[in-house]
């Protein structure tokens, strides 16, 4: 039993000398490798150490982005709400020019309505002044004729008249043909009287115009029988027309007329003017005057009567 015992006792050293170098070799290893897989080991806490400073550095582009995106997403949001603001504001813009074009319109039919009543206006005024310029030459023409044949009345009155006062002249004519020379010569002497009564002391002092008497009222020649046989150019003289002596005063017949004197004749003229001077009668200063050409520039006032 003994040698049993001892050979494993020296199996037992043997393994022991194998295994103690082999355990310290192990050991040395293990210790040369320990710091490596120290270095390991902090290797990895450092790649975790670092690694929340390269997912940092990686999620600050994507925050960027992020950021970015959402500041596009604002900027498109603004740009839409500008697109909707600029539309409302087109649409608002073309709704008011529809509407100024509407009121346009309304104006242009306004200004059209106004042009027709106008026009209108215009017709019915001219259709009124036509027929006012009717109704006016009518009433002429019809003045004219009633003046016409007035006139013609006037005339034809003168005309009989002119011939009875030529009749009376032929008989008077006649009559003083028949005369015996006193009574012609007494006639013809009270005539020169009569006249001579109407004669002026200081005619300057005497006479008045029709001014100064208040204005002439009496009988007012038709303008067309003035016109044919009165004024400057239309003399005549008074022996050769029908003379009267009412209240020892002169009147005289001329025209179709009675002609009285209201002035004495001035004192200066001749004695025997009324039988061998032209005069003439005129309408002045709202009054009748007598002119002898001889004496132009003395007037002698005359009222007028149709007998």
């Not at 001014?211 to 002439?216: C, P, V």
Request: aromatic share 10%; net charge positive.
């Amino acid at each position: 039993m003994k040698p049993v015992g001892l050979i494993s006792t020296g199996v037992l050293v043997l393994l022991l000398g194998v295994v103690a170098p082999m355990f310290a070799l192990q050991e040395q290893r293990q210790e040369e490798a320990k710091p490596q897989k120290q270095e390991q080991q902090a290797k990895p806490q450092k790649q975790q150490e670092a690694k929340p400073q390269k997912q940092e550095q990686q999620a600050k582009p994507a925050r960027q982005e992020q950021q970015q995106a959402k500041g596009q997403q604002q900027q498109q949001k603004q740009q839409q709400q500008a697109r909707g603001q600029q539309q409302q504001q087109d649409k608002a813009a073309k709704q008011q020019e529809q509407q100024q074009a509407k009121g346009q319109q309304q104006q242009q039919k306004q200004q059209q309505q106004a042009r027709g009543q106008q026009q209108q206006q215009d017709k019915a005024a001219k259709q009124q002044e036509q027929q006012q310029t009717k109704g006016r030459q009518e009433q002429q023409q019809k003045q004219q004729q009633q003046a016409r044949g007035q006139q013609q009345q006037q005339d034809k009155a003168a005309k009989q008249q002119e011939q009875q006062q030529t009749k009376g002249r032929q008989e008077q004519y006649e009559q003083a043909a028949n005369r015996t020379p006193q009574e012609q010569h007494r006639e013809a002497h009270e005539q020169r009287s009569a006249w001579q009564g109407d004669r002026a002391h200081s005619w300057k002092t005497e006479h008045r115009t029709w001014q100064q008497r208040g204005g002439y009222i009496g009988y007012r020649i038709p303008e067309e029988r003035y016109n044919g046989y009165f004024g400057e150019s239309h003399g005549f003289r008074i022996y050769s027309q029908p003379v009267v002596f009412v209240g020892g005063s002169p009147r005289f017949q001329y025209g179709g007329f009675w002609f009285g004197f209201v002035d004495p004749w001035p004192e200066y003229w001749s004695d025997d003017w009324y039988d061998n001077d032209d005069v003439y009668v005129v309408y002045s200063d709202d009054g009748y005057y007598m002119y002898d050409r001889r004496y132009p520039r003395d007037r002698i006032a005359i009222s007028v009567s149709l007998n």
